[in-house]
Nanobody
């Protein structure tokens, strides 16, 4: 069983940057797909960025060119670098590990 813990969230002004980190309690080397999701009240949780063990990545269109996902299997971490943040990026962000591992979520608020 792997537990995922997110860190790095908070309040940032529009145009600013944040780096989210997801640290696993065990090895993620055997987890093929890991990702970051986000959710705002009243809406479905959406996939923001995903990364496979071979390094292939995918992003939701609204964050392409601004967010970068990375993973370090040796450190058991998955990071999300978020640049040029917009108010519409405000959400609770969740770390996910296939097939059913979820973090508790962390708030990101983009506001002046």
């Amino acid at each position: 069983q792997v537990q995922l813990v997110e860190s790095g969230g908070g309040l940032v002004q529009p145009g600013g940057s944040l780096r989210l980190s997801c640290t696993a309690s065990g090895s993620i080397a055997g987890i093929y797909f890991m990702a970051w999701y986000r959710q705002v009240p009243g809406k479905q949780r959406e996939l923001v960025a995903g990364i496979k063990n071979g390094g292939n990545t995918n992003y939701v269109n609204s964050v392409k060119g601004r967010f970068t996902i990375s993973r370090d299997n040796a450190k058991n971490t998955v990071d999300l670098q978020m640049n040029s943040l917009k108010p519409e990026d405000t959400a609770v962000y969740y770390c996910y590990g296939q097939p059913f591992y979820w973090g508790q979520g962390i708030q990101v608020t983009v506001s002046s």
